[in-house]
């Protein structure tokens, strides 16, 4: 089972950039899909984008294509997202899952319902 721990999240003004961070240990993460969620102030969490383990494809809402870059280090057992151009609505707390049951990345963004750690909080504000 691999353990997960956020980091990088920050206050950051709209238009501003941030990277988060998914540093996974007590396994290699080569062979799970990871993926990226986030929850707002009274809002259900939701999947941002995720990354399969097996080919590499990617997935992302529509509310983050052409705006987020999620991409993984197998060598690091870190997948990161990099944010540019956020908006005050990418605020909520960003969380990271991986499963291996979910080699269709599209169907992890979906469906994952956790384990969750700690998440990092991403406050965009001018």
């Known amino acids: 089972q691999l353990q997960l721990v956020e980091s990088g999240g920050g206050l950051v003004q709209p238009g501003g950039s941030l990277r988060l961070s998914c540093a996974a240990s007590g396994y290699t993460m080569d062979f799970y899909t990871i993926g990226w969620f986030r929850q707002a102030p009274g809002k259900e969490r939701e999947g941002v984008s995720c990354?399969?383990?097996?080919?590499?494809?990617?997935y992302y809402a529509d509310s983050v294509k052409g705006r987020f870059t999620i991409s993984r280090d197998n060598a690091e057992n870190t997948v990161y997202l990099q944010m540019n151009s956020l908006k005050p609505e990418d605020t909520g707390v960003y969380y990271c899952?991986?499963?291996?049951?979910?080699?269709?990345?599209?169907?992890?963004?979906?469906?994952?319902?956790?384990?969750w750690g700690q998440g990092t909080q991403v406050t965009v504000s001018s």
């Open positions: 899952g991986s499963d291996w049951r979910y080699p269709i990345v599209q169907n992890m963004c979906a469906s994952f319902k956790g384990p």
């Open positions: 990354i399969s383990g097996s080919d590499g494809s990617t």
